[in-house]
């Protein structure tokens, strides 16, 4: 399930009317069997020779980009039969995490910041399917948007910038 944040930083640059997400490079992959995907979920690789997708679920995994629409192919339908879009490079609204307490998630997100997998540390339901900018891995992203240290850990719905086909265009 894609977390649902409702929360957007109080500063977000707000669009002018002319902006435009054009230049996004999305692809088509298989859904596995018994999986299915939501708008924003943040996907990897689960098969390299049927190609087909499943939910990240740790900052283990390898995160190959964000699912643009809903499929539900939890009825076990073959791989072979359902495909789904994934954003791998271009601009996207999804969830990030920011704690308040001391801890790895306890991090101001920045302008330009870079952006990785929520960790193992974090609640079961935000293992990979949040970003946050903590350190722990390979970075997926970079924030377009400041979000600060909240007074209580959330999760802010704010735009990134990702890219999963250069895997060093971040580092």
Do not use: W
Not at 126 to 137: E, I, K, M, P, Y
Not at 147 to 158: E, H, R
């Amino acid at each position: 399930m894609a977390l649902n944040a409702t929360l957007t930083p109080s500063n977000m640059m707000l669009p002018t009317g002319s902006d435009s997400y054009s230049g996004n490079e999305v692809f088509s992959y298989f859904v596995s069997s018994a999986v299915s995907v939501e708008k924003g979920d943040f996907v990897k690789l689960a098969s390299s020779t049927s190609n087909s997708i499943s939910k990240c679920a740790s900052s283990s995994d390898e995160f190959i980009g964000v699912v643009v629409s809903d499929l539900d192919n939890s009825a076990g339908t073959v791989a072979s039969a359902t495909t789904v879009g994934v954003l791998r490079r271009g601009i996207a609204e999804v969830d990030v995490m920011v704690g308040s307490s001391s801890g790895t998630q306890k991090s101001a997100v920045y302008h330009d910041s870079k952006l990785y997998l929520a960790d193992t540390e974090t609640d079961q339901d935000v293992r990979g399917q949040a970003l946050v900018s903590t350190d722990n891995g390979t970075s997926f992203g970079r924030s377009l948007d400041y979000i600060p240290v909240p007074t209580a850990t959330s999760i802010f719905k704010t735009r990134v910038y990702i890219n999963t086909l250069g895997r060093n265009s971040f580092e």
